[in-house]
């Protein structure tokens, strides 16, 4: 299994104690977007906490879609991609998503030109959406990892 409980704990904690930029020794932040915040954890896992009301009553938050993606999608072959490995904590109702960390690099905006076309096959097989550049890593056979995503 993917991540611990104990160290999802955490990462939940220090964020909504506002630590992010703050944090203790093997814990970084490699990532932000517009929902949430990505710390890479001192076990390399990558936990991603949701921002504290964003959240609307009754309203699927982006790690609970992400999940439910993974689950329906992740045992899938596609050709020159693939879903990162994905696990959910719920702590107090709120889900903490581990994620394998993934090495790769963003494409530029000249590179993604080349990956948009199994970008989109995957977003039309799949219901998958927003493959942009910020949400995928191209590794070192040229696959690209997609590194966010929901349904
Ligand atoms: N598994 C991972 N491996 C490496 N880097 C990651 C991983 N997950 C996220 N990141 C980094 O963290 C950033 C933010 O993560 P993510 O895209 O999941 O946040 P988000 O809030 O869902 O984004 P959005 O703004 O697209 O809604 C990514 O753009 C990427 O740079
Ligand atoms: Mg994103």
Known sequence: ????LENATKAL????????????NGWN???????RIALLGPDSVVYKVEYDGFVY???????E???????KFGHMSFVGARLAECNQFVID????????YVMG?????????KYRDRTREIEYQTGICDLHRHNILIVDNDDIVIIDYGL
């Open 1 to 4: 299994m993917l991540g611990t």
């Open 13 to 24: 904690d220090f964020v909504r104690k506002g630590l992010q930029y703050n944090l203790p």
């Open 29 to 35: 932040v490699i990532g932000e977007g517009s929902a």
């Open 57 to 63: 009553e009754g309203e699927e938050s982006q790690c």
């Open 65 to 71: 879609s992400e999940y439910r993606a993974w689950k």
């Open 93 to 100: 109702n709120t889900p903490v998503n581990a994620m394998e």
């Open 105 to 113: 690099e963003r494409p530029d905006y000249k590179e993604m030109a």
